[in-house]
């Protein structure tokens, strides 16, 4: 059992013994028959690892697809500076998205917008800068 394991499992007891739960509040988000997705929740977890003993990851379950989503958003965001839930392999952004399938100017929109990198310029005038930026191939 990982570290995280040990943290994860004190976490979720916590939550079960003195979580808050969001019922009545009116929460955003729904399940597909439009009931509130109420939750039980605590703040101000924080949980440190050190790396260089082990990866702060949990085992308790296969992580295997959750891993793969994570980097496709992580993608999604950087590299394809995209807001449209139709260039993401997952469907966690589903519920938020327009008709056209935007989640608006948020993530990858604002990525697009804020880090514009004129990586062709640069390289041209200096080819051995660090400062290039590298795409992450699939």
């Not at 808050?20 to 929460?27: C, E, Q, R």
């Not at 977890?45 to 959750?66: C, H, Q, W």
């Amino acid at each position: 059992m990982t570290q995280a394991d040990k943290h994860f499992i004190e976490t979720c007891k916590e939550i079960i013994e003195n979580g808050i739960s969001s019922k009545g509040t009116n929460v955003r988000t729904r399940w597909e028959d439009g009931e509130e997705a109420n939750y039980v929740s605590i703040v101000g977890v924080s949980n440190k690892y050190d790396v260089a003993k082990e990866f702060p990851m949990i085992t308790l379950r296969n992580n295997s697809g959750t891993i793969k989503r994570a980097i496709d958003e992580v993608l999604w965001i950087w590299q394809k500076k995209s807001n449209n839930i139709k260039d993401l392999n997952s469907h966690i952004w589903d519920q938020w998205a327009d008709t056209q399938g935007s989640i608006g100017k948020a993530y990858g929109y604002q990525m697009g917008k804020k880090y514009q990198f004129k990586t062709k310029d640069r390289h041209k005038r200096n080819g051995s800068s660090r400062l290039c930026v590298i795409s992450i191939k699939k």
